[in-house]
């Protein structure tokens, strides 16, 4: 499986981005799929992830509520749209692949090491 990651951009502050990743391969739609990302000097984190059905999606508390992640299995790909950015925002973001079919619950989807696949990153960068 390959993963692209696109829609990064430099924005301001209350700007609105929707990235997309789009994946290879005929398995698509039998994984979760998650978004991730990392400033620089910290640690990856989680954004946002959703079940193969589109029935279960999860969300960190720091985009909750701003962001949305959605799939379309007909067209291998995975979006996340991201309203009212803020400076805080400003990161790669990454999508990956789930590593088993069962998608997880909300302890373990947000768990670096439970997706195989990633995507090279898109970079968003929000200004004040």
């Known amino acids: 499986v390959q993963l692209q990651a696109s829609g990064g951009g430099l924005v301001q502050a209350g700007d609105s981005l929707r990235l997309s990743c789009a994946a290879s391969g005929s398995t698509f739609s039998g994984y979760g799929m998650g978004w991730f990302r990392q400033a620089p000097g910290k640690e990856r984190e989680f954004v946002a992830g959703?079940?193969?059905?589109?029935?279960?999606?999860y969300y960190a508390d720091s985009v909750k509520g701003r962001s949305t992640i959605s799939r379309d299995n007909n067209r291998n790909t995975v979006h996340l749209q991201m309203n009212r950015l803020k400076p805080e925002d400003t990161a790669n973001y990454y999508c990956?692949?789930?590593?088993?079919?069962?998608?997880?619950?909300?302890?373990?989807?947000?768990?670096?090491?439970?997706?195989?696949?990633w995507g090279q990153g898109t970079l968003v960068t929000v200004s004040s």
């Open positions: 959703i079940g193969r059905v589109d029935i279960t999606t």
């Open positions: 990956a692949t789930y590593r088993v079919h069962r998608w997880g619950d909300h302890c373990t989807v947000v768990r670096d090491e439970d997706y195989n696949y």
